[in-house]
Structures are given as C-alpha cells and as structure tokens.
C-alpha cells in the first residue's frame, strides 16, 4: 500500500481507500458470484434501466437529419489529402 | 411480515442460496425444469458474455470469453421464478406476496430438488431479501412522519432533502447474521405521491463446517425474523395506516 510519505499528501488518502473499499463490498452484495448480475428482479430492472446501453439508440439522430452518408465519407476522405 | 396488512408494500421477496462443489453441467437446468415445469412452464435465460482485451506492440485483439448462464424458471401469471446456476438458486417471491409460511415451503422444495440434482457438497451463503416499495400519497412529506429510519440534515442546510439512497450494515437481532438496509428514493407513479423503496437483506454466511440441508430451516426463520423486526422499526403508524393493518 502506498504510504502517505511517499505520496507527501496532505490529507488521509490510505485511510480513504479503505473506505471506498468497503462501500464496494457493500455494494457488490446481491450480485452472483458467477457473474450473472442481481439476483433480484426488482433490482435487475432498475440497473437496466440506467445503464442499458440500448437507451441510447436514436440519440443524436436530428444531427444527422439531410445528411447523405456517402456525401460525407468522401468529404472525409477529401480531408485526408 | 409479523403483522398482516391487507395491501402489503413487498414488491419482493426472495431467498438465495449459495453453495460450494455443485456437479454442474448443460443437462441440470433440463431435468430441474422436467420436475418443476406444471407449475414453473415459462424460461428464460441470462448469458453473461465476457469478452477479453489482448494488447501487444503488433496488435490489438478482442477475445470472446465464455460466460455464465443462468436459466430462470416463471409461474405463467408472473408472481414467482425460480433461478438456478452453478452453485446457486434464488426462490423469487414477487406481488401478490402471501404469507412467509406459506412461501417458505417453495423454497424447501427447490432446495430438494437442486440437491438432488446437482450435489452440492456444502451451503456457503443464505440471503434473505425484502424489497418494500412505499407509496406515500404526497409530493413533499416529512420523513419522520412515515419512517423511523431516514437522512438527518440540519437546519443550516434547510432541514430538507430531494432524492436520496442510503445504505447500512446494522446489527441483527439473530447472532451471526448480516443485516443490510438499502433506503431510497424510488419512480414515483404520478406527479402527487412519492415512492421510497425500504430493501432489507439478511445474510447468513455459512460457518467453514459444511451444513446439512435440513439445518437451513433454522437460519432461513431467523433470517425473517431479523428483516420482520427491522421493518416494523423502520416505519411508523402512519404507513402501517397506508399499508391497511389487519
């Protein structure tokens, strides 16, 4: 474990870690082992709710709006020269 | 839970069980669902699907990695599922939640038959879980009115707050056991009420001495107790008048 010497910090950082450490513990109670997520329903959807990945399908999309795709990789390649 | 309530706020309940040097292979979720699938007849599965990064000075390379798989198992009318895996079942209680007497014996059914099944030699953990979703029927309320349990801010800091979450380990009544209690705000159903969900988890982690499966029995009571005795501490009179007492 760093030492505060070596890190020449003003405040109690090695003290800290051990925090956040056992708030992580805290927070991996209720998960699978294995991997496989929450063994609660009620707490998987919600985790899937904020988190899915699929949520940001259709984002940006009005900046796209008019917008040949092909128009735009030759201007991109344009660029390139 | 201990007392009766005619509208009960358990969205719900569940009881995992893990346990150590399971004969697990592809054929143990096909003949749990063979003995279980007159009451359980919908499945569904959960891949967990890794995948690995290799970095080298001449390339950069993404390697699937073979995951875990979980194979639930659901009532038609969607009140309850069984979950299995290597090393694991979770017994999953969802509305409308009966009595614990009368959902306790499902688990010892399940338990049976994992047993049978895959072999376990030992149980490393049981988990006892209630997640309570309150709806309190205001935009703003005072917290000490409905819950015993709740963040304290000062008057210098307006002695109010928005959303919150806390978690805490706290003693339980039963030697041994962990009791965990996740409070927070939850989606509340319409502009004029509030949610809070009040999650009550009690574990029991195993002694090293492998444990006889009747032994369960034992803790898994227990372990109501501790989350009976926490939940009628958390909350007031006046949400056990929400909840309709019977």
């Known amino acids: 474990m760093t030492t505060l010497t070596a890190l020449n910090a003003p405040y109690e950082y090695v003290h800290m ?10 927070l991996m109670i209720g998960q699978s082992p294995n991997g496989t997520g929450p063994t609660s329903t009620y707490i998987a959807i919600g985790n899937n709710g904020g988190d899915s990945l699929l949520k940001l399908r259709g984002l940006g999309k009005h900046l796209w709006q008019g917008v ?3 128009d735009y990789i030759n201007k991109l390649r344009q660029e390139w020269d | 839970m201990g007392k009766k309530y005619k509208n009960p706020p358990v969205v719900e309940a569940l009881c995992e069980i893990f ?5 697990w292979d592809g054929t143990i979720p096909g003949m749990f669902f063979d003995k279980i699938k007159a009451d359980y007849s919908v499945k569904k599965e959960l891949k967990q699907i890794g995948v690995g990064l290799s970095i080298s000075p001449e390339a950069q390379q993404f390697i699937p990695m073979g995951g875990s798989t979980r194979i639930q198992f659901l009532k038609p009318d969607g009140s309850q599922l069984i979950q299995i895996e290597k090393d694991l079942i979770v017994i999953n209680q969802l509305r409308p939640y009966p009595r614990f007497e009368d959902w306790s014996p499902v688990v010892d059914k399940m338990l049976k038959l994992y047993c049978e099944l895959a072999q376990p030699t030992g149980i490393r953990q049981l988990g006892i879980r209630y997640i309570n979703r309150i709806v309190i029927p205001a935009h703003t309320f005072k917290m000490e009115d409905y819950f ?5 801010i000062p008057d210098s800091l307006g002695a109010m707050h928005g959303r919150f979450m806390m978690r805490l380990e ?3 009544k039963h030697k041994g056991h962990q009791l965990i209690i996740t409070f927070a705000t939850t989606q509340a159903d319409s502009p004029e009420t509030s949610a809070e969900m009040l999650d009550l988890y009690n574990v029991y982690p195993m002694p090293p001495q492998l444990l006889a499966v009747h032994d369960l029995d034992k ?3 227990e372990a109501h107790e501790n989350i009976e005795l926490a939940f009628e501490n958390s909350i007031t009179q006046k949400s056990r008048d929400l909840f309709e007492e019977e």
């Open chain 1, 17 to 26: 870690e051990e925090v956040v450490s056992g708030v992580k513990q805290l």
């Open chain 2, 19 to 23: 346990f150590i040097g399971s004969k």
């Open chain 2, 219 to 221: 803790y898994k009571k």
């Open chain 2, 170 to 172: 706290i003693p339980a």
């Open chain 1, 68 to 70: 040949d795709a092909q």
């Open chain 2, 148 to 152: 015993k349990l709740y963040p304290e």
